[in-house]
């Protein structure tokens, strides 16, 4: 798990996710879609009603193909522990 700041460019520890319920099947969705879908789409984007929040969600192979990934993000990846 890769938990990154897109604004500071900083890898976060601790996190506390709080959506409501319409969120939360909408991540679902991404999700499922994620792992199940032939069109393998690289991620999706949630955001809250007025678009002021966004959580990105992606699936990722540490040793697979990355070079969709920012150089910042490659890099967390890479030393992951």
Do not use: P
């Not at 789409?41 to 966004?54: A, C, I, P, Q």
């Amino acid at each position: 798990m890769v938990l990154f700041d897109g604004i500071t460019k900083n890898e976060l520890y601790d996190v506390i996710l709080l959506l409501k319920e319409s969120e939360v099947v909408q991540l679902i969705g991404y999700l499922n879609d994620l792992l199940l879908s032939d069109t393998k789409r690289e991620h999706y984007h949630l955001s809250n009603d007025n678009y002021s929040k966004e959580i990105t969600v992606a699936l990722y192979d540490k040793d697979g193909e990355l070079n969709h990934f920012a150089e910042e993000i490659k890099k967390a990846i890479l030393s992951e522990e």
